[in-house]
């Protein structure tokens, strides 16, 4: 059999920029765009779009629907020179329909399940491109991008989850016995401290804890913020506090849950109760028939008026709706705010004064919702998937700190030995296997 040409994978990190998980897969003339995202505070867009050369692009594929891993994707489908397919999760492809509001090109979308294999591009000196998608375990339909191309195999595990996480199953690690020539590792966690280290308690505990200790003695109410994205998850956690029994007595002391609500978000609502058959199996328990995930008795999908508000949890993800929530809330020291991912200043905006010494309410953070694997949780990953082939080759992408992850190298090297590389030591920001 004769050897199927090199392929070379192009990374586009820069020296101040390590956290754009942007690939680019070469292959016998065939290029292949994985995750066209980037975070729009740091680079700019159209810097990016032309670093990219859309209209030589083959093929896209998108790991999940965050939006620094896709946000470009609209702005790809309206320039009119891709003709491409864009392949993703069939759960990433009707959230970033909702979200992206991608309504245009919808017919370029080619939705995979997991485990599908699916034939990408056809090449004139060895076997077609193929790409099979698995479960990452970080968000809902999130994926592991396992390539043929030719007797070349590369898998990129996006970014990954850790079993801390609702709602998702674990990360699969299991992708047959041939070996992997190029593993391409989410870094963005890989060095840090956990966000919180309650191994015991899953996500819907930990925040019982948080919304129970804001109740406990006042009867004020909680303001939360949350990026748009996350609320689904949120609602989910509220969901299942309120119907364990264990929470049963403490859950009849709230009066109303209400949600700032819109379209997308109930499209987004509708979207993740439709995929309810991808939640880990150890909340299935949680999950009562066909009744509705993100839709109980005490669940308003409006925002109150100020004199209906008491013992009550008000959730939004618009930062104006939010800092005249704010301003209402930070007059009674009864009441909390709780911040999902975000501090309080990125959550009021430009509105950062209603921050001052009037202010007597409590502020506090809820751990991450989709929090990335630390080094050592990295480690026994990729020593589970050696269990059923070879790696010869790892490359750590996506994280910011390069000193760091120059430091956590040698863990890596002396755990899983062979060859570990960095991103930002890759000459000429490519690898050729």
Not at 255 to 276: A, G, I, P, S, W
Request: proline content about 3%; hydrophobic content about 35%.
């Amino acid at each position: 059999m004769t050897e199927s040409p090199n392929v070379k994978v192009k990374f586009f990190s820069e020296k101040n920029y390590l956290d754009i998980p942007t690939i680019l897969i070469e292959f016998e003339g065939k290029r292949i765009l994985i995750d066209p995202g980037l975070n729009q505070q740091r680079y700019s867009i159209d810097r990016m779009l032309g670093n990219l050369n859309i209209p030589s692009i083959d093929d896209i594929v998108i790991t999940h629907y965050h939006g620094d891993h896709s946000n470009l994707t609209k702005r790809i489908l309206a320039r009119d020179d891709f003709k491409g397919r864009i392949l993703c999760h069939k759960a990433t492809a009707d959230i970033l329909y909702s979200y992206f509001d991608i309504k245009r090109q919808p017919d370029q979308f080619e939705k995979l399940d997991y485990e599908q294999a699916c034939q990408l591009q056809a090449c004139q000196l060895s076997d077609n491109i193929g790409v099979t998608l698995f479960n990452a375990g970080h968000v809902l339909g999130s994926s592991i991008l396992h390539f043929f191309l030719g007797d070349k195999v590369i898998v990129i595990s996006g970014d990954l989850g850790t079993k801390f996480l609702p709602i998702v199953q674990k990360p699969c690690s299991r992708f047959g016995a041939t070996p992997i020539d190029l593993l391409i590792l989410d870094g963005k966690q890989a060095g840090k401290e956990r966000q919180y280290k309650e191994d015991e308690y899953s996500f819907g505990d930990v925040l019982y804890l948080k919304l129970s200790d804001c109740f406990m003695f006042d009867d004020g109410n909680v303001l939360i913020y949350s990026p748009v994205l996350q609320i689904p998850i949120l609602i989910y956690c509220i969901n299942y506090i309120f119907n364990k029994p264990k929470y049963a007595k403490w859950g009849r002391q709230i009066n109303k849950v209400y949600l700032d609500t819109n379209q997308t978000m109930t499209e987004l609502l509708n979207t993740f109760h439709h995929y309810r058959d991808l939640f880990d199996r150890d909340e299935q328990e949680n999950i009562a028939g066909d009744s509705h995930l993100f839709d109980f008795s005490k669940l308003e999908m409006t925002l109150p008026h100020e004199t209906d508000i008491h013992r009550s949890i008000v959730i939004t993800s618009n930062r104006n709706q939010f800092a005249l929530l704010f301003k209402h809330f930070k007059s009674s020291e009864k009441n909390d705010v709780l911040l999902l991912n975000n501090n309080i200043h990125y959550a009021l905006n430009k509105n950062t004064e209603l921050i001052d010494r009037d202010c007597n309410i409590q502020i506090k953070r809820i751990p991450s919702l989709h929090y990335h694997p630390d080094t050592q949780e990295l480690i026994d990953w990729c020593q589970d998937v050696k269990k059923g082939t070879a790696i010869n080759n790892i490359v750590l992408y996506h994280y910011w700190n390069r000193e760091l992850l120059e430091q956590e190298k040698l863990k890596f090297k002396q755990a899983l030995g062979g060859n570990i590389e960095l991103v930002h030591q890759l000459e000429n920001n490519s690898i050729t296997v």
